[in-house]
T-cell receptor
């Protein structure tokens, strides 16, 4: 099946720093999604990407859909303590009749030191 | 707020007992999903539904069954719970105009002793 490699697994940064994380796959995806999960809660959708090369922002967050369709990255600028959480990438691939099933990365744990 | 509730939010049960988790949505969306989340594995799809009485298996469906008799409810049943099914279970829905995007419920933490 399709697999996503998400890196880094964890990050420890100082408040105010910029953050970058990415996901790669050996398979082509036609949709990339980025989620954030806080302790005890379900994942929350941050950004959805639908076109190769697409660059989309949501406040301090920016995500891009790679040209090869096999990767995506998420950047967070000027981090703040409430950015703490686990960030997941997810992709939906060209598997025809997939009924919109998603494949998830294993997550990046972000810790922000005030 | 995606209008998704899950019940119960926490449950402790014993090996061999049946368990049913409920996902309820208020939006009448067609697509609903059940995932489990475990350390080191991320989110894995158990079963999904694309309409009333229409369900299909995900990647980790063994030991689980589902039912969807009404659009708003998607039930996940563990016929005979095992310790390996200790996990956090999430329900998700996909709205018709953005059906590549999934929105998650708050989760159910299940412990099987």
């Amino acid at each position: 099946g399709q697999q996503l490699n998400q890196s880094p697994q964890s990050m420890f940064i100082q408040e105010g720093e910029d953050v970058s994380m990415n996901c790669t796959s050996s398979s082509i995806f036609n949709t990339w999604l980025w989620y954030k999960q806080e302790p005890g809660e379900g994942p929350v959708l941050l950004i959805a990407l639908y076109k190769a090369g697409e660059l989309t922002s949501n406040g301090r967050l920016t995500a891009q859909f790679g040209i090869t369709r096999k990767d995506s990255f998420l950047n967070i600028s000027a981090s703040i303590p409430s950015d703490v959480g686990i960030y997941f990438c997810a992709g939906q691939g060209y598997s025809g009749g997939s009924n919109y099933k998603l494949t998830f990365g294993k997550g990046t744990l972000l810790t922000v030191n005030p | 707020d995606a209008g998704i509730t899950q019940s119960p939010r926490h449950k402790v049960t014993e090996t061999g007992t049946p368990v049913t988790l409920r996902c309820h949505q208020t939006e009448n969306h067609r697509y609903m999903y059940w995932y489990r989340q475990d350390p080191g594995h991320g989110l894995r799809l158990i079963h999904y539904s694309y309409g009333v009485k229409d369900t299909d298996k995900g990647e980790v469906s063994d030991g689980y069954s589902v039912s969807r008799s009404k659009t708003e409810d998607f039930l996940l049943t563990l016929e005979s719970a095992t310790s390996s099914q200790t996990s956090v279970y999430f329900c998700a829905i996909a709205p018709p105009d953005r059906d590549n995007e999934q929105f998650f419920g708050p989760g159910t933490r299940l412990t099987v002793l």
